[in-house]
């Protein structure tokens, strides 16, 4: 028996870490880094560069600045609009690719290429240097090797980006200061002076408020019109010194967002809101060559006002503009309306093909075959794109040769240009086909490993056996489904409630529990709390931002809220003060929990008071406590609190002994689910509070009926912990990872310690179902290593859940979506796999309860 369950255990960890190995070498192998090309370009031999109709360049990222939110009928950009109308300012829609975060984005503004999706991850990693731009070429770069200073004030991503290019810069971190206006002051003091000075040839501000308001009210929130003003005076003052100052006179200013939001304030995915940006370009010149355009647009399909450009075409755009050569890695292609500044055609011709000569090096690097030997005629091409792309270049250089007229050779250079752009965006990462295969066949095997423990179990399980496993097939098959990967809340909510149903009818049969609540009414209640987490937050994808209780009922009335997070707080207090009295035998002590139990209490209402002032603003109730708390700094109350936990978390081990048997470990993991709750409680947003209660009167509804089985114990923990993430507002989008409490207690970037906060936020339903099951197990159960068939249930789902992934992402990797929705549900699988499987189940729960089992 012994060497069974040491066996069975051996090969469940050994199967965890061929996971993790498969899921490593299966994205090696599908998000291969993007090679490029060193060193600058430089003017081919024999060209002469036309003179330049700018010399400086101020590039003001504003970032999330939506399209709608310069152009729209409700935008408060009024000065810009009248430079739209009056001529002064051409308008566009820039398309921000996915993932629409900053870094990618900054990229391939400065680059003109497209960004690996690795870089996604990267965006989160701000000690990263392995994304740094040093070495690559870009406009920034271009610029500087021109001689003059470069100056840069606000995210610090540029810092990262470009280490030791700019002469002046004072940068601010986009994820550790959540506030709607020091982040922008910081930039914004700097302005006055450096449009004074004359030593620099581009000035870089990237303003953050407007995108932190996004993330805590939303677009249409009561910060944003303000924001939005405090920006437009920025432009104004901007384009008063280009008007009165000399030195000004010459340069361009370019207003733009890094990306969009959607209608629930986030980012990262590609919904019409968020790959749409404002792309103004604006100088008092333009009026003599331009005609105004109407402003503001009343009404535009999808955020697309004016005409739709690539982010990518900033970069030769600018080179045309500012007289440099196009940078190597380019894959962007000259605005043809800004081009309409050249007005001899030949001039218009030459700079095209410039553009298509920089693009046909990259063309002909990628797919050397297709270009070795271009057909005469591209009719007689084969359907292959780059034989196509091959044809069009022949075309071009036929034409070129040839010297034929501007007016007839401008059409075929512009098709060649879009053709490439479009061929070499797509072909951004090529995949290894064998790393993927490879990450496969370790998935596998991992399974193998799992399945001569769980299949034994699955078949003695009888109708518990047959719920996971229909579980577990029909999860398989949604992940080959974008909209059931967008939506995957549904699946999940819809299992949980139908597991409750037959825990139902299982109690309406069998139990005889004396107590009301009791076998099948305990269960009744259970779900009804289950129907009320699941509409607390409405979530996915398409439904994002839809009424639910939060936004109809607890917001509006936050008094309603608070109300149900004193309870949280106060059941929280009362249940770990029980527990001390019965440790210490007197009842002084009690009120060691409830100081710390305050303290956490004080420091949501000062991180509420910082995060979302408006929950504080209709509940003056707690007005002193938030002059209270305004003196001390965030970090020190989190730290205090961090520190009463610790200690709490001390005096359970000392107390209860759970080595000593059964009945003692029982009695830690009660104790320990109130610390951890508590813990939980201040990682997470003060809207999410009241489900710790909900969720605690569901365990004690199901405590309260018949002993359930091993089998029913582990559905519950794999169901609970899925639905739960939900619960908080999370989905399989990169556009709801929280990072609001990932700086809780941390006075710097750590990226251990941020790493952990910022998984134990967006995971915090997760983690603590992952415990609480536990208390459900009787203590025959845990003597017996009843625990075993939830460990062996978790570890073959974690197979399960990455082999269905990995082969989707494998077969679908040509789909539309591929990058938009496949992709970010992989890295979401490898943090469940990583993060709630690896170290929370297997390592601490299986490592708290499974070693007494021998």
């Known amino acids: 028996m012994a060497s069974g369950v040491h066996y069975r255990r051996a090969s469940l960890y050994l199967a965890n870490v061929l996971l993790i190995t498969s899921l490593l070498i299966f994205a090696k192998g599908f998000f291969p880094h993007k090679a490029f090309l060193t060193g600058l370009a430089t003017w081919s031999e024999g060209h002469q560069p036309r003179p330049a109709p700018f010399d400086r360049v101020v590039f003001m990222v504003v970032d999330a600045l939506r399209s709608d939110f310069v152009y729209g009928n409700a935008s408060?950009?009024?000065?810009?609009?009248?430079?739209?109308?009056?001529?002064?300012?051409?308008?566009?829609?820039?398309?921000?690719?996915?993932?629409?975060?900053?870094?990618?984005?900054?990229?391939?503004?400065?680059?003109g290429s497209v960004p690996s999706f690795v870089d996604l991850v990267l965006n989160f990693a701000e000690s990263d240097t392995t994304s740094t731009l040093r070495d690559q070429d870009s406009w920034l770069a271009q610029m500087r090797a021109k001689g003059r200073n470069l100056v840069m004030y606000g995210d610090d991503t540029w810092l990262r980006l470009f280490p030791n290019f700019f002469h002046r810069a004072d940068g601010t971190t986009s994820f550790f200061v959540s506030d709607f206006t020091e982040v922008d002051n910081n930039v914004t003091r700097h302005v006055p002076s450096e449009l004074r000075n004359d030593d620099w040839s581009a000035m870089t501000l990237h303003f953050l408020?407007?995108?932190?308001?996004?993330?805590?009210?939303?677009?249409?929130?009561?910060?944003?019109?303000?924001?939005?003003?405090?920006?437009?005076?920025?432009?104004?003052?901007?384009?008063?010194?280009?008007?009165?100052?000399?030195?000004?006179?010459?340069?361009?200013?370019?207003?733009?967002?890094?990306?969009?939001?959607?209608?629930?304030?986030?980012?990262?995915?590609?919904?019409?809101?968020?790959?749409?940006?404002?792309?103004?370009?604006?100088?008092?010149?333009?009026?003599?060559?331009f005609e105004g355009q109407h402003s503001p647009v009343h009404d535009a399909h999808d955020y697309k006002y004016y005409d739709e450009v690539e982010q990518s075409d900033i970069v030769p755009t600018?080179?045309?503009?500012?007289?440099?050569?196009?940078?190597?890695?380019?894959?962007?292609?000259?605005?043809?309306?800004?081009?309409?500044?050249?007005?001899?055609?030949?001039?218009?011709?030459?700079?095209?093909?410039?553009?298509?000569?920089?693009?046909?090096?990259?063309?002909?690097?990628?797919?050397?075959?297709?270009?070795?030997?271009?057909?005469?005629?591209?009719?007689?091409?084969?359907?292959?794109?780059?034989?196509?792309?091959?044809?069009?270049?022949?075309?071009?250089?036929?034409?070129?040769?040839?010297?034929?007229?501007?007016?007839?050779?401008?059409?075929?250079?512009?098709?060649?240009?879009?053709?490439?752009?479009?061929?070499?965006?797509?072909?951004?990462?090529?995949?290894?086909?064998?790393?993927?295969?490879?990450?496969?066949?370790?998935?596998?095997?991992?399974?193998?490993?799992?399945?001569?423990?769980?299949?034994?179990?699955?078949?003695?399980?009888?109708?518990?056996?047959?719920?996971?496993?229909?579980?577990?097939l029909m999860y398989t098959i949604t992940m080959f489904a974008s909209s059931y990967v967008e939506e995957e809340h549904q699946f999940w909510y819809w299992i949980f409630s139908a597991w409750l149903v037959v825990l139902f009818c299982k109690d309406a049969r069998y139990s005889s529990s004396p107590s009301i609540l009791g076998g099948p009414t305990g269960t009744a209640l259970a779900f009804m709390f289950l129907l009320a987490t699941r509409r607390w937050r409405q979530t996915g994808q398409k439904y994002a931002g839809e009424p639910d209780l939060l936004t109809e009922l607890l917001v509006p009335n936050s008094w309603v809220l608070w109300i149900l997070v004193i309870l949280t707080f106060a059941h929280l207090a009362r249940n770990l003060s029980r527990r001390v009295v019965k440790w210490m035998e007197t009842r002084q002590m009690s009120l060691l929990p409830v100081l710390i139990s305050m303290s956490a209490f004080l420091f949501k209402i000062a991180f509420t008071a910082a995060d979302a002032p408006e929950l504080l603003s209709s509940f003056p109730v707690l007005n002193p406590l938030v002059v209270f708390v305004s003196r001390y700094p965030l970090v020190s109350l989190a730290r205090i609190v961090f520190l009463g936990l610790v200690h709490l978390l001390g005096c359970s081990i000392y107390y209860e002994a759970p080595w000593q048997g059964v009945e003692n470990l029982r009695g830690f993991l009660d104790a320990a689910q109130d610390v951890l709750s508590l813990f939980l409680v201040t990682q997470s947003r003060t809207v999410y509070v009241p489900l710790y209660l909900f969720f605690s009167m569901q365990v004690s509804l199901l405590r309260r009926g018949r002993q359930y089985s091993v089998s029913e114990i582990s559905i519950l923990a794999l169901l609970a912990q899925y639905a739960s993430f939900f619960t908080f507002g999370g989905t399989n989008s990169i556009a709801t990872i929280d990072l609001s409490n990932a700086y809780n207690g941390v006075s710097g970037y750590n990226i251990v310690a941020v790493g952990a906060l910022t998984f134990v936020s967006n995971w915090a339903g997760s983690v603590w179902w992952a415990f609480a099951v536990c208390q459900l197990y009787s203590a025959s159960q845990l003597r017996e290593g009843g625990i075993g068939m939830m460990m062996t249930t978790m570890a073959t789902f974690?197979?399960?859940?990455?082999?269905?992934?990995?082969?989707?992402?494998?077969?679908?990797?040509?789909?539309?979506?591929?990058?938009?929705?496949?992709?970010?549900?992989?890295?979401?699988?490898?943090a469940w796999v990583v993060g709630q499987h690896t170290a929370v189940n297997m390592l601490a729960v299986g490592g708290l309860l499974w070693w007494r089992h021998s």
């Not at 789909?815 to 992989?826: A, D, E, N």
């Open 76 to 111: 408060h950009f009024a000065f810009t609009q009248s430079l739209i109308r009056s001529g002064a300012a051409l308008p566009f829609t820039g398309h921000a690719s996915a993932p629409t975060i900053t870094m990618p984005r900054v990229k391939a503004i400065t680059t």
């Open 798 to 830: 974690a197979c399960v859940h990455t082999l269905a992934v990995m082969v989707a992402c494998m077969v679908l990797r040509e789909h539309l979506f591929i990058w938009t929705v496949f992709s970010p549900k992989y890295l979401y699988t490898a």
């Open 318 to 472: 600018l080179a045309a503009l500012l007289g440099f050569p196009i940078p190597k890695n380019n894959l962007g292609v000259a605005i043809p309306r800004l081009l309409e500044l050249w007005t001899v055609e030949s001039d218009r011709y030459n700079l095209l093909y410039e553009n298509a000569e920089q693009i046909h090096r990259i063309a002909q690097a990628t797919f050397p075959a297709a270009f070795a030997q271009a057909p005469p005629d591209c009719s007689t091409a084969s359907g292959d794109d780059a034989s196509v792309l091959a044809c069009l270049w022949y075309q071009v250089e036929i034409a070129h040769s040839d010297r034929t007229a501007p007016s007839t050779s401008i059409p075929s250079l512009t098709t060649f240009l879009y053709k490439a752009q479009t061929l070499l965006s797509g072909t951004a990462s090529n995949y290894d086909l064998t790393m993927m295969q490879a990450g496969i066949a370790l998935a596998t095997l991992a399974l193998g490993l799992c399945l001569p423990s769980f299949i034994p179990s699955l078949l003695r399980a009888g109708v518990d056996g047959v719920m996971l496993g229909f579980t577990m």
């Open 209 to 289: 408020g407007l995108d932190h308001i996004g993330h805590k009210t939303g677009p249409k929130g009561p910060n944003m019109p303000a924001k939005q003003a405090e920006m437009d005076t920025i432009v104004h003052e901007i384009y008063t010194a280009m008007e009165s100052q000399e030195h000004m006179k010459s340069c361009l200013l370019i207003l733009l967002g890094d990306h969009g939001m959607n209608e629930g304030g986030n980012h990262g995915a590609s919904s019409p809101g968020e790959v749409s940006t404002a792309l103004t370009f604006i100088s008092p010149r333009f009026k003599s060559a």
